[in-house]
């Protein structure tokens, strides 16, 4: 290597410069300045030509013109030994690091060392790149040259775009730049060059059938260099035949109770008539919908179909058995009873009050208390709105629970063991925090409060649920998690996903069970109403006392009177005037069993 001075104008151009797009006017005329008041700061590279005694430029060609158009007689350089490749390498790597090529030179100097016998592996070690962005590059060799001279000029459409038009047959790319090459001097329409080459591409990743359906289909894996390193970017263009495989993988994998439906206009699965889809943990009668989503990805939601309830026109061993039922009760009619319909109601009348003074007044144990409790839930005049599968449920359902309290022989008997079972089912039952009819209110919220069910909540960072929060509330979620947030919600959204895709969990605050003070409020409104009738129970209780009050047989029961001062104003069921008008002509009436 040596520095010597030499005329500009006897300088040679490299034909092989890696960089051969055109350099701006504004550029050119900046350089030139440059050099008009400093001079030559940074000297041309140059080497001897071979089989001539010239010497051809390897690295400073626009420097050379803009000296000659400055009116330099001779300008300093610096003399190189000639390469094997012809300055190539070095040729590419100094304008790398001076200053970035545009995609079209990149891929013009990578062929040209490929064609030198550089491997991929070793030209990607010497620009410091990885082999996929060399592999990636090499598509340009197939986009149309004249889509290539027209980037070459520094009208790049987006890596998008550029994938979309790679991806295109030689005869498609000429169709459709025919139909929208631009006008001299004009920047091409890359989106619709994109567009009319675009084909619906189906990825490997969102496959569920396995090589052997693959196979039976005819489905051949592309690689899309273009797509995010860290995820399998294998695809097909066959749309047809992948959606073929995925729904035999899905009609040989439909579980139990499982249905395959289609989706609407909106991309959500067409459920079957009144279906009403669960969010959460799916009961043991819920059915399975599996549907194909808009992207070619199997998915699956739960759904629960309402009662099924008998016509009151049915036909058959049923109907039969009501006619002679029927029968039997009119040739019944025709004898007197020994008690009127008007005694039997007064009976009725009598045997309630007795058991009301008889709660008020008598001596009853914790646990048969619950017991009873558990019972009355079992009565006729029952009817709940559950939570467990947004149905009417009447005494037959409550009566289930009941029978566990009782023996083989009929008679009334347990241990605390089966009772809390036995609470805890009718509990189940019972609370309910879902929307509509059956929601419990805000003793659902105290009660899931007092016994830890915030601990029990689901992973709700998931898409679905996130797609249902604000800008705000999903700023509030990044905030928690110690996520940092991205500039679009879509992005943010994403970012959530996938930090709670593994062991996080994310819980909306929103989401707890702890209750609204003022619903607390309002509920012990509600309570002055019952100060007479607790006033009734304390001054009943207060002749037993705290003591032991035997029974008939002359065991000992522990009174429960302190307890009864103390109880809950909720857990007597007494119906407000304003409560009463809201039941009338509900599904109250109608017995679901």
């Not at 104008?9 to 400093?38: F, G």
């Not at 027209?150 to 775009?161: F, R, S, T």
């Not at 000429?174 to 591409?201: C, F, Y």
């Not at 899905?250 to 989706?263: F, Q, R, Y």
Request: with cysteine; proline share 5%; hydrophobic share 40%.
């Amino acid at each position: 290597m040596q520095l010597m001075k030499v005329d500009p104008r006897a300088l040679k151009d490299n034909p092989d410069n890696t960089r051969q797009s055109k350099s701006t006017p504004q550029a050119d005329a900046l350089l030139l300045a440059t050099i008009k008041a400093v001079g030559m700061i940074q000297p041309p590279v140059i080497f001897p030509e071979a089989g001539g005694n010239g010497y051809v430029i390897e690295a400073g060609h626009r420097r050379t013109r803009m000296a000659i158009a400055a009116g330099l007689e001779e300008i300093d350089v610096i003399v190189v030994e000639a390469a094997n490749d012809n300055g190539a390498m070095r040729s590419m790597i100094e304008n790398i690091a001076r200053e970035p090529l545009n995609p079209v030179d990149q891929w013009r100097g990578i062929e040209r060392l490929v064609a030198l016998g550089w491997t991929e592996e070793a030209i990607a070690v010497a620009l410091a790149l990885p082999v996929r962005q060399i592999r990636k590059l090499r598509l340009l060799a197939n986009v149309l040259p004249s889509m290539l001279d027209q980037m070459a000029k520094g009208d790049m459409p987006n890596e998008q775009q550029l994938r979309t038009i790679a991806a295109a047959s030689n005869d498609e790319q000429k169709e459709v730049w025919k139909a929208h090459k631009p006008k001299k001097g004009d920047m091409a329409a890359w989106w619709q060059i994109a567009n009319g080459l675009s084909k619906t591409r189906m990825y490997a990743r969102d496959a569920s059938f396995g090589d052997d359906l693959r196979q039976a289909y005819g489905i051949e894996w592309a690689e899309d260099l273009f797509g995010p390193a860290d995820e399998d970017n294998r695809y097909t263009t066959n749309v047809e035949a992948f959606l073929g495989a995925q729904q035999e993988w899905m009609t040989s994998n439909l579980p139990k109770k499982g249905a395959i439906v289609e989706v609407n206009n909106w991309g959500q699965p067409d459920l079957p008539k009144k279906a009403e889809r669960v969010y959460g943990k799916p009961g043991k009668g819920d059915c399975t919908a599996m549907y194909l989503d808009r992207e070619g990805k199997v998915q699956s939601v739960h759904y629960r179909m309402p009662e099924v309830r008998k016509s009151a026109g049915q036909t058959g061993p049923a109907a039969d058995g009501a006619k002679e039922a029927s029968d039997k009760a009119a040739v019944a009619a025709k004898i007197r009873p020994d008690v009127t319909q008007k005694g039997q109601d007064m009976i009725g009348d009598f045997r309630t009050d007795a058991l009301h003074e008889a709660l008020a007044k008598a001596p009853i144990e914790d646990d048969m208390l619950m017991a009873l409790l558990v019972m009355a839930f079992a009565g006729t005049n029952v009817r709940v709105d559950s939570g467990a599968n947004d149905t009417v449920f009447g005494s037959k359902r409550f009566q289930r629970h009941v029978a566990r309290l009782y023996s083989a022989d009929g008679r009334l008997s347990f241990d605390m063991n089966s009772l809390r079972v036995t609470a805890r089912s009718v509990l189940i039952d019972v609370l309910s925090c879902r929307r509509g009819i059956s929601n419990s209110g805000v003793v659902s919220r105290i009660a899931g409060a007092a016994i830890g069910a915030d601990g029990f909540l689901p992973n709700m960072g998931t898409e679905d649920f996130l797609l249902c929060l604000s800008r705000q509330a999903l700023e509030g979620a990044v905030k928690e998690a110690g996520v940092q947030p991205r500039p679009r919600v879509r992005e943010t959204r994403a970012v959530l996903v996938d930090h709670f895709a593994g062991d996080a969990t994310f819980v909306l605050p929103a989401a707890l069970f702890a209750p609204d003070p003022k619903d607390i409020a309002d509920l012990l409104k509600h309570g002055d109403s019952l100060d007479e009738e607790n006033g009734l129970v304390e001054e009943a209780t207060g002749d037993i006392g705290g003591g032991v009050q035997p029974d008939a047989s002359g065991d000992a029961h522990g009174s429960v009177a302190q307890d009864l001062d103390h109880q809950d104003p909720d857990a007597d069921a007494v119906t407000t005037t304003d409560d009463a008008s809201d039941t009338e002509e509900t599904a109250y009436g109608i017995a679901a069993e």
